[in-house]
């Protein structure tokens, strides 16, 4: 059994943001993580929010945003590069599980942002299929070095962005979703120091000023 999140695109992205907070603050409450919660979950998942991150393991989805079972549904690849399957994935959280909100999360230090900067300025190439990685990176790469930037956080605002963009490019379905007022998503930049998830873009909800 699933039904659609009963959250509002808004208040999803409230709600996660929200479990950050708690986890920067060092006051988690790790909410639904109980044998109680295990049990009600057991016929069917209805997560409020599809996590679309980097594999890297010192960003743990339920960890960093606060959330238990149920909550997230996850998609992770090393520099979130998106393939079919990726693709397929995020369609099912959004038109299958209803969820409202999809977050891109991409972080400093990101060992496929590095390598591909690498890549492209020293040519040093990847083997077998990390290069389809490094391959799926270098157009932010490209893109961050025309721009003129420098800075490690500007390349991987870039490949925030872009990855952003390219879901509501090649998916349907999000971005009918997006655009009948459904469906929300965010980029973000998680800090690895201080745990901050820092807000890159954010499309389709109502407080789209709040994007940078
Ligand atoms: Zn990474």
């Not at 603050?25 to 599809?50: I, K, M, S, W, Y």
């Not at 992770?76 to 299958?96: F, M």
């Not at 509501?168 to 971005?175: K, T």
């Amino acid at each position: 059994m699933t039904r659609p999140s009963e959250l509002s695109p808004d208040e999803a992205f409230a709600t996660l943001m929200a479990g950050n907070r708690r986890f920067v603050d060092g006051t988690p409450e790790h909410p639904n993580q109980d044998a109680v919660r295990r049990a009600d979950l057991a016929p069917g998942q209805a997560p409020f929010a599809v996590l679309f991150g980097c594999s890297d393991s010192r960003l743990a989805a339920e960890i960093v945003f606060d959330r238990g079972l149920g909550d997230l549904f996850v998609v992770r690849t090393a520099g979130h590069v998106i393939g079919p399957e990726v693709l397929g994935s995020i369609e099912y959280g959004v038109s299958v599980l209803g969820c409202p909100l999809v977050v891109v999360l991409g972080h400093d230090s990101c060992g496929a942002v590095a390598a591909a900067r690498q890549a492209v300025e020293e040519g040093i190439p990847a083997q077998g299929y990390v290069r389809d990685v490094i391959e799926k990176v270098t157009p932010s790469v490209l893109a961050a070095r025309a721009a003129g930037h420098t800075e490690d956080r500007d390349f991987i605002a870039e490949q925030i962005r872009h990855t952003v963009h390219l879901l509501l490019e090649r998916s349907n379905i999000l971005s009918e979703a997006m655009a009948e007022g459904d469906l929300a998503i965010a980029g973000l930049a998680y800090r690895l120091t201080d745990g901050i998830a820092d807000l890159i873009t954010l499309n389709g909800a109502d407080h789209v000023g709040a994007a940078a």
